[in-house]
C-alpha cells in the first residue's frame, strides 16, 4: 500500500507535513533534513525542487529555491540523494515540482525515478486539472504515485468533487488565494471556507497548507482537515537556529 494511505488509515487528525527545498541551505543537506525531521515526529514531507520561476511561492520559498539552484540543485542532482533514503526513513515523501523541468526531463521518467527512490506521491502546482486528466494521470498511477491536486478558496463545489473523484492520496487546500508565507492567525473568511470544504465529506482526506506557522494556525487547520503543511516557517528556522536538529525540534515546539 502507498505509505499516504497508510499513514491517513492511521492516523485520523493533527497531520504535520513539512515541505523543504530539497538543496537548501546545502547542497547535499537533503537526506539529513529528511532524517532529521521523521526523528522529530513529523507525520509527512513534501520535498520540493527548486525552479526559477515558482509562482506559488512566497519570499521565503523563492529565496531558497534560488539559493539551492545556485548550490547545483538539479533533478539529476536530487534523485541521486534521494536513491537509498528508503534506508533509513519511512515516512511518506512527496516530491513538489512545476512542470517545466518535469517536462524537460520527462514526465514518465521522472514518475518511474521517484517511485524507484520511494517517493509516495507528486505536487504540480501549474499542472492544469484537465491536463491531468488526460494525459498524466494514468502514467502516475502505473508508477504508484498519487498526484495531489491543489484547491483554493475560489474553487467550485463542484470541481472539488470533480478533483476528489479523480485523485487520490490527500487534496492539498490552500488556505487563501496567496503565495506561500507564514501567517499568526486564519480570518473568519479562511475559517468559513475550511468548514464548506469540510461539510463536502469528500472521500479523499485533507491538508491545510499556507500560511500555517504556529499552534494558533496548526491547530485551526486541524479541526476542519486531517492536519497542515508547513513550509516558509521551517525554511526560516533553517536560518535562525545553529543546525538541522535544532530546526526541526524548534518547528515541532512551535506547532504542537
Do not use: W
Amino acid at each position: 500500500m502507498n505509505r499516504i494511505d497508510t499513514l491517513f488509515q492511521e492516523k485520523k487528525e493533527g497531520i504535520l507535513s513539512v515541505y523543504f527545498t530539497a538543496g537548501y541551505p546545502h547542497l547535499n543537506d537533503t537526506v539529513s533534513i529528511i532524517q532529521s525531521l521523521e526523528k522529530h515526529g513529523v507525520d509527512m514531507l513534501e520535498i520540493g525542487v527548486p525552479f526559477s520561476d515558482p509562482m506559488a511561492d512566497g519570499p521565503v520559498i523563492q529565496a531558497s529555491s534560488t539559493q539551492s539552484l545556485n548550490n547545483g540543485m538539479s533533478l539529476h542532482v536530487l534523485f541521486d540523494q534521494l536513491s537509498n533514503v528508503r534506508e533509513s526513513v519511512s515516512i511518506p515523501l512527496v516530491m513538489m515540482g512545476y512542470l517545466n523541468p518535469i517536462m524537460q526531463y520527462g514526465f514518465e521518467r521522472y514518475c518511474e525515478t521517484a517511485a524507484k527512490c520511494g517517493v509516495d506521491g507528486l505536487i504540480i502546482p501549474d499542472l492544469p486539472f484537465a491536463e491531468y486528466k488526460e494525459s498524466y494521470k494514468n502514467v502516475a498511477e502505473k508508477h504508484g504515485l498519487h498526484v495531489i491536486m491543489l484547491i483554493t478558496p475560489e474553487t467550485s463545489d463542484e470541481r472539488i468533487r470533480l478533483i476528489d473523484e479523480n485523485t487520490s492520496g490527500f487534496i492539498y487546500m490552500v488556505s487563501s488565494a496567496s503565495v506561500t508565507g507564514a501567517k499568526s492567525t486564519f480570518s473568519d473568511k479562511n475559517l468559513a471556507y475550511f468548514s464548506r470544504v469540510n461539510d463536502l465529506k469528500l472521500r479523499n482526506p485533507r491538508l491545510i497548507g499556507f500560511g500555517i506557522s504556529n499552534k494558533t494556525t496548526f491547530d485551526a487547520a486541524c479541526q476542519k482537515a486531517s492536519g497542515a503543511i508547513i513550509g516558509s516557517k521551517f525554511i526560516t528556522l533553517l536560518n535562525s537556529e545553529k543546525s538541522i536538529d535544532e530546526a526541526a525540534q524548534k518547528l515541532v515546539d512551535v506547532v504542537r
